[in-house]
Structures are given as structure tokens and as C-alpha cells.
């Protein structure tokens, strides 16, 4: 762990890149409500997924920015920080934190991936522009984000980001 990434100082950067990709995740929710309640609910599941295997990992990893401001995947995560702090004095283990991580990643690509039919419903243009803004978003956060988390050597989405960047 990175004590001197504790609180996180890119705060102003983190803000500036994922507030965008907040307003996009509830404008998508807005449509998806128009189209069909299946549609809606499928795509909300897949947040609420996230979020709560995510606060496992959160406690798992005995993350120093759990119930603070934290650096988290897409903006939803730091609801996860916050719900990690009911996690604290269960029993936690490897094997579920293997579980929950591969299975919220899972859901963290289908949050991406479910609306692309739907999307492209609106024209060719508006489904491009979502997929640049995506691709964007998720380098510039594994580039400029994740090095200057305090756990990037024990979590494997920054062990992997520190491989590749
Ligand atoms: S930085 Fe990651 S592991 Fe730490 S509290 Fe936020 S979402 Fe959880
Ligand atoms: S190392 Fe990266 S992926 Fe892992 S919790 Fe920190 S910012 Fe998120």
C-alpha cells in the first residue's frame, strides 16, 4: 500500500473525467426507462451488481479510502467505498474476493456493453460517440487514475493498469 497516495490528491482530475461518464450513466438509465421496463431494470441490476461486489473487494483489500473520498471505477464506485464499511467485522476470504471480483468486472463490462443495441437505435453517430467516449474514459482512468491509488500493487485492476502503463 502507498501511504503517500492517502487521501487521494487527484481528486480535481478524477472529478474533471468522471463526472462526464456519471452524466452519461443517468442519461442512459433516462432512456432505457422510455424503451421498455426490462431493458431499465436489466441495466440497473448491473449497477446495483457492481456496487455491492465491489464493497466486498473494498473491505477485502482493507482499502484506506473506504467511507472517503475515493478514486472508483465509473463514479458508482464510491458508493461501494461507503457500503465496504458494513463489510468490517465480517468474515472475508480469497475465494470471494476472487468470486465477487470476477463477477463485478463481468458486470462493469456489461454496463458498457447492454446499452450498444440501444444506442444504436439512435443513429450510427450517437453509438460512435459513445464508444470513444468509453474506450477515452477507461484509459485515461487505468493512465492517469489508477497509478496514483494507494492500493495499485495489491488490487489486481491496478496491477494490471502498472503492466500496461
Ligand atoms: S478505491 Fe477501489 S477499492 Fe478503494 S474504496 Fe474505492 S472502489 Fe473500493
Ligand atoms: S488500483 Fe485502480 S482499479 Fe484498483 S481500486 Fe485503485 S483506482 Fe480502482
Do not use: H
Amino acid at each position: 500500500m502507498f501511504k503517500d497516495c492517502i487521501p487521494f490528491k487527484k481528486k480535481a482530475l478524477y472529478l474533471v473525467l468522471t463526472i462526464p461518464i456519471v452524466i452519461i450513466f443517468i442519461l442512459i438509465v433516462l432512456y432505457l426507462w422510455q424503451t421498455g421496463l426490462i431493458p431499465f431494470i436489466i441495466y440497473c441490476c448491473l449497477f446495483l451488481l457492481v456496487i455491492m461486489l465491489q464493497s466486498y473487494c473494498c473491505a477485502y483489500q482493507d482499502c484506506p479510502y473506504i467511507g472517503k473520498f475515493c478514486p472508483g471505477i465509473g463514479g458508482i464506485t464510491i458508493l461501494s467505498s461507503v457500503i465496504a464499511l458494513l463489510w468490517k467485522n465480517t468474515k472475508r476470504s480469497e475465494k470471494m474476493f476472487n468470486l465477487f471480483a470476477s463477477i463485478g468486472f463481468s458486470c462493469l463490462i456489461g454496463i458498457v456493453v447492454f446499452p450498444l443495441f440501444f444506442i444504436y437505435k439512435l443513429g450510427i453517430f450517437v453509438l460512435i460517440s459513445y464508444l470513444v467516449i468509453a474506450i477515452f474514459y477507461c484509459i485515461t482512468f487505468f493512465a492517469l487514475i489508477c497509478p496514483f491509488c494507494a492500493i495499485r500493487d495489491t488490487c489486481p485492476g491496478g496491477k494490471i493498469a502498472g503492466q500496461i502503463f
